[in-house]
Structures are given as C-alpha cells and as structure tokens.
C-alpha cells in the first residue's frame, strides 16, 4: 500500500504499484548508496541472509533478534530493511513514525506464508488458556494474535519466562518448537509450519560429504528437521552460528542455513573452510529465493525513490508491538 506523497516519482511503479526501473549501469552503486544514506539520515539494516554486495554496504548485519534490537535504537529517518517483509514490518512495529522501506516488496517468507492468520485464530480459539509464543518469522497480523514474540536466539528464555502450569501455544515453526521443547523439557502445541530452506536439507547428502570432509563439523539453524540436527555438533541461530565457527577450534564447516551466512564466517575467520549444506535437489547451495530478491541494484533504487513503503494501520501497529516488546525485555533482562 502506498501513500501519496508529493515528493515521489511514481512513474517507476508497474500497474501492481512495484518499482519498474534499472540505475545507470555506470554508477559506482556503492558510493552512491553511501552519500543517499548521508543526505536522507537513512540506515541500512540487512540480514545475513543477504547477497554479499548487500551486507558489505549495510550499516549493521544480524539476525532478527539483533535487527528488531536496532531498529530500535537507531537513530535515523529512514530505516532501510534488507531482508524479507515480515522483518520490515518488524522494524515498522517498532518505529511507527518513521519511514521504512525495502529493496523487494515481493520478497516474502514461506515460513510466514505457512501460518495464515485466520487459520491461526481458529487453532488458537480451538486451544483456549494457551499462551501464544509465536517465532518472529510471521506476518504482523500473527504477532498481533500472540503474547509473546521470539526469535530463534531468545526463543529458549522466552518459553522458560511462562510459568511451568501455563500452557503455550508455539508457532508457526515445528522444528524450532520441537528443538525448543528438548531443550526446556516444555511440551507445546505446535502450529504445523515450516521454513522451505531449512527443511531442504538432504541428510543423505551431509553425511556422504561428513565422510569427504572427516574433520569438519556439522553446524545447524534450529528451523532444520530433527534428523540434520541430531547429527550437528552444534546447533544455533546465525548469530550463535557466526560466534561459534569464530570460537570453535576447528578449521572446517558444514554449514547448514541460508548460505548468505558463510560470507560473515569468511569475514570473521578468514583461515577456516566453509561448505554449504547441499539440500536435496539439484542446487549445489541453499539459497532462499525470497532473500535473493534483494539487490543491489534494488537496494539504490528503493533508496533514491524511497519506495517501496512499509505501511501499515494503526491499530494492527498497536496489537503487534506488545509482544514484540515482551520479547525484547525478556531479551535485555536475560542479556541477550
């Protein structure tokens, strides 16, 4: 959705209101993006998911739990989300006054997608007394259905915050509501729903090449199914992934999330080997194709028009924000 705006050229949008325009191939996009972001007080936030190009201008690189913490504090006019839409909505949750724009509106989250919102009100009515704990890959209207929010770094603290007699509601990951359950011995009712990158994963494929590489480990997200991570020597979310192969002794990695991660692993620790999960199709890596819509290109494009916009109405804002602020100070009272 989009607000008339005097200042915004919307010649550039298609009949679906998406940008529809190429930069001058002879820009040196990476200085351009640098003086827009001066001349508008605009901050880049960017997941690390995110092509290469895309982190190595992002003014901070995390996770959501780190992205919603900054979107937070920034101080900026315009917040720039590299990532997907669930986690610029996030970052427009938390700062309703500001403007905030991403590269690819198109860019989605199959994981989100898996928990429709009028389904999820049905099973949360079906399921009466449940405190919902909902991981933040979710659409804005999920969040405003739940008590609480978690990000796959939090989401252990979170559930040991409910009383051990309450009941919880856990969505709309499986596998992660399954990882958390063994670790917190807390039986939930999960939503059925998962992320399609995470569970591409082909165990067939990591063991043959376990075999290929004997002194590599295996490290994993918490959204692959159970069997990828009973075979992990460590399990976290990509921050937790990120600090390890940075801690750890070893020299090799088997890599098991999004490969945009591998790109910070390499920054950080630039001796080491690191090898992509192969998933079970004929793709050589693991990519999220929705993450990847993201460019560039797009990214200066999104900048110089600020477009496309995050907009969303007030009273969704409202019932969102709460458990994303519950989640944040569990978060901070825990030290994360």
Same mark, same amino acid.
């Given at each position: 959705?989009?607000?008339?705006?005097? &200042?915004?050229?919307?010649?550039?949008?298609?009949?679906?209101?998406?940008?529809?325009?190429?930069?001058?191939?002879?820009?040196?996009?990476?200085?351009?993006?640098?003086?827009?972001?001066?001349?508008?007080?605009?901050?880049?936030?960017?997941?690390?998911?995110?092509?290469?190009?895309?982190?190595?201008?992002?003014?901070?690189?995390?996770?959501?739990?780190?992205?919603?913490?900054?979107?937070?504090?920034?101080?900026?006019?315009?917040?720039?989300?590299?990532?997907?839409?669930?986690?610029?909505?996030?970052?427009?949750?938390?700062?309703?006054?500001?403007?905030?724009?991403?590269?690819?509106?198109?860019?989605?989250?199959?994981?989100?997608?898996?928990?429709?919102?009028?389904?999820?009100?049905?099973?949360?009515?079906?399921?009466?007394?449940?405190?919902?704990?909902?991981?933040?890959?979710?659409?804005?209207?999920?969040?405003?259905?739940?008590?609480? %929010?978690?990000?796959?770094?939090?989401?252990?603290?979170?559930?040991?915050?409910?009383?051990?007699?309450?009941?919880?509601?856990?969505?709309?990951?499986?596998?992660?509501?399954?990882?958390?359950?063994?670790?917190?011995?807390?039986?939930?009712?999960?939503?059925?729903?998962?992320?399609?990158?995470?569970?591409?994963?082909?165990?067939?494929? %990591?063991?043959?090449?376990?075999?290929?590489?004997? &002194?590599?480990?295996?490290?994993?997200?918490?959204?692959?199914?159970?069997?990828?991570?009973? %075979?992990?020597?460590?399990?976290?979310?990509?921050?937790?992934?990120?600090?390890?192969?940075?801690?750890?002794?070893? &020299?090799?990695?088997?890599?098991?999330?999004?490969?945009?991660?591998?790109?910070?692993?390499? %920054?950080?620790?630039?001796?080491?080997?690191?090898?992509?999960?192969?998933?079970?199709?004929?793709?050589?890596?693991?990519?999220?194709?929705?993450?990847?819509?993201?460019?560039?290109?797009?990214?200066?494009?999104?900048?110089?028009?600020?477009?496309?916009?995050?907009?969303?109405?007030?009273?969704?804002?409202?019932?969102?924000?709460?458990?994303?602020?519950?989640?944040?100070?569990?978060?901070?009272?825990?030290?994360?």
């Amino acid at each position: 959705m989009i607000i008339e705006d005097k &200042n915004v050229d919307y010649s550039i949008l298609d009949r679906k209101g998406f940008i529809d325009t190429e930069p001058d191939p002879s820009l040196d996009l990476f200085a351009e993006i640098e003086k827009i972001k001066k001349e508008k007080n605009a901050v880049i936030l960017a997941h690390y998911y995110q092509e290469s190009d895309i982190q190595d201008v992002a003014d901070y690189i995390g996770d959501s739990l780190g992205l919603a913490q900054n979107a937070v504090r920034t101080p900026a006019d315009i917040i720039v989300f590299a990532g997907v839409h669930f986690m610029a909505e996030t970052a427009k949750i938390l700062n309703p006054h500001k403007k905030v724009i991403m590269p690819d509106s198109k860019a989605g989250c199959s994981l989100a997608d898996s928990c429709p919102p009028a389904l999820f009100k049905k099973f949360k009515e079906e399921n009466p007394g449940h405190v919902v704990i909902s991981y933040i890959n979710c659409t804005a209207e999920i969040k405003a259905l739940s008590d609480i %929010i978690c990000t796959s770094s939090n989401a252990i603290k979170v559930v040991e915050s409910v009383s051990v007699d309450t009941p919880i509601i856990f969505a709309p990951d499986k596998n992660l509501g399954r990882y958390i359950e063994k670790k917190t011995g807390r039986k939930m009712v999960l939503w059925n729903g998962s992320c399609m990158v995470h569970e591409i994963f082909s165990l067939e494929k %990591i063991t043959k090449l376990k075999h290929r590489h004997p &002194n590599a480990k295996v490290i994993a997200h918490p959204e692959c199914e159970e069997p990828v991570l009973h %075979i992990a020597d460590f399990i976290g979310s990509t921050t937790g992934l990120l600090k390890y192969s940075q801690e750890d002794s070893a &020299n090799e990695y088997i890599v098991a999330t999004e490969t945009g991660i591998i790109h910070q692993m390499q %920054i950080k620790s630039p001796h080491k080997t690191f090898i992509p999960a192969p998933p079970d199709n004929l793709c050589a890596c693991n990519d999220c194709p929705h993450m990847k819509r993201n460019t560039l290109e797009k990214l200066y494009i999104s900048m110089l028009y600020e477009l496309p916009e995050i907009i969303m109405e007030k009273e969704l804002l409202e019932k969102a924000r709460l458990p994303i602020e519950r989640m944040l100070d569990i978060s901070a009272r825990a030290g994360l």
